[in-house]
Each structure stands twice: as C-alpha cells, then as structure tokens.
C-alpha cells in the first residue's frame, strides 16, 4: 500500500511492482530512475591529508584530485563518521596536515572556510542548521559581504533575490524566503543545507551522510548537485555508509578501519561487495 500526500493511491501484490515502478508511484513521476555520468578527475591534486591523528583517526593519509568525488567508508566508529569534521576544524585534530592546493589549513572551521572547504554534517538537526532561521537568513550565514553595502548594511532585496536564485537551483519546496527551516521537511532542510555551503564556490566539498532521511526526489537532487558541482570543479569527499551510493557516485574509494586506512580502490573494483568487504575485515 502507498500513501501520498494523506492519500492512499496504491494498493497490491508486491508481484505487481518493481523498485522504478514502486518510485514512480510515490514520486508521481513515470520517468525511468536517472543514470549519472560521473565526471573525471584531474591530475591537479586540490587537498592532501598527512598523517591525521584525532579521537578515532590513527594518521590518515590521502590526496583528494580536482573535480574528483572521493568516497569514504567504514563500519560506525571506523573514523569514517569522524574524518569530515576533522578536516573542517570542527572536531579536534591531535597532529598531521591538512593542505588546500599547498596552503596549510588550521584546526578551525573558520580557517576552513578562507581556505575554500565545506562541511555538510550527518546531523542535520543539531550541526546542520539553525532551526528557528528563516531560510533567507540560514542560506547568506555564511557570507553575508556580497549582500552589503560599503557601509557593512544588508541590503535585503539583493539578499532575498540571492537566495531566491540558490532555492530554485536546488529545487526547495516551498520556495518561501521567510519560513523558519524546522517547518521544512527533512529533505528540503538538506536541499537548503548544501545550498548555502554550494553558495561559497568551495574548492573541496564534503558531504556526511548527504541523503540520509530524505526522500527520492530529494534524493535525486542532492544527486545532481553533487555531479553539478563536480562537472563544474570542485572536488568532494562523501562519507557514507551505504556502499551502493558510494558506487553510484564516486570515482574512487577509501575505506576506513579502526581509524586506519586500510584500502583504496577506483574503476571496475568498485563494488558494493568490496567496499563492504574491507570495512569488516571479511
């Protein structure tokens, strides 16, 4: 049985249905699921990690390409769920370097930033966003000076117009200015979430859990904004926990265990079947 919007629209044998169709009926859509063209790294290396240490993580090394989409793995406690908040300075980090295109970046998520990095949390509700925000307010935090006069006065109308432009590029429903962000639905939160960090131009993005606890169509556009930001350069690091996203949107793969990295993997290796592999240790 399927609900939409209050309303029972489907009712049979699961022998009826198949997962595009079950998505189509929910979705009211009757297109084909979206295929994705993964778009190819660049030599240029954008962020390199040397021997981070942290409360999970025992001297990480990696190196992250431009345009490249990097995929973190790892069972809960393998470091996997802690890797993007050290490398944005939000979580502490007990030595090793983080470098953005040979610049080193401090523990500090405000050196973070001027260094062009970005961090989606997995908890959205506590460290994703401001719930009693306006979504006005929630998208320009980060960096209000484009919206300011010489004086250091907002000018609201250039505000508003600007987040207008980044609620419709992610596909935010409703597309209200002046709604407080814990009325919107978990999938638009998100949407709103990556908005405004996608507002930055960031050189590395990185995304924790980017589609956990929203819908298929949220999901599909969370989706796209990752290909679209990578197509248009920057490099970006998911961590998750779902093998098959990882395979649908990476070009490579780290796998974290015990804190330790303990594979990387890219091309025809990359399967859900591996990735789970080495992040038990089977």
């Not at 390409?65 to 990097?70: F, M, P, Q």
């Not at 907002?154 to 709604?179: F, T």
């Amino acid at each position: 049985t399927v609900l939409r919007d209050g309303e029972k629209i489907h009712s049979g044998p699961i022998t009826e249905l198949d997962k595009s169709r079950l998505t189509a009926i929910m979705t009211k859509s009757e297109k084909k699921p979206k295929s994705f063209t993964k778009t190819k790294a660049r030599e240029k290396v954008i962020l390199e990690c040397n021997s981070v240490f942290s409360t999970k993580l025992k001297g990480v090394d990696f190196k992250l390409y431009e345009g490249e989409v990097l995929g973190v793995a790892g069972l809960i406690g393998s470091g996997r769920d802690e890797l993007g908040a050290v490398l944005f300075g939000a979580h502490p980090r007990f030595s090793g370097r983080v470098v953005v295109e040979k610049q080193k970046v401090f523990a500090h998520p405000r050196e973070a930033i001027n260094a062009g990095i970005s961090y989606l949390p997995s908890d959205r509700k506590n460290l994703g966003l401001i719930e009693r925000h306006r979504l006005y307010e929630h998208i320009t935090l980060p960096d209000i000076a484009p919206n300011t006069n010489s004086l250091g006065h907002i000018n609201r109308n250039m505000e508003m117009e600007d987040v207008d432009s980044w609620g419709r590029l992610v596909n935010l429903r409703p597309l209200d200015l002046h709604r407080r962000m814990h009325k919107f639905s978990g999938g638009n939160q998100q949407k709103a979430v990556i908005a405004r960090w996608l507002r930055l131009k960031p050189k590395v993005l990185i995304l924790d859990e980017p589609a956990q606890g929203v819908d298929i169509q949220s999901k599909e556009v969370i989706y796209n904004l990752v290909f679209e930001a990578s197509n248009s350069g920057a490099s970006i690091i998911i961590c998750s926990s779902d093998p098959d996203e990882l395979c649908l949107l990476c070009n490579r793969v780290i796998v974290l265990k015990a804190g330790i990295k303990v594979a990387d993997f890219s091309g025809k290796q990359l399967t859900a079947e591996r990735i789970e592999a080495e992040s038990t240790g089977i």
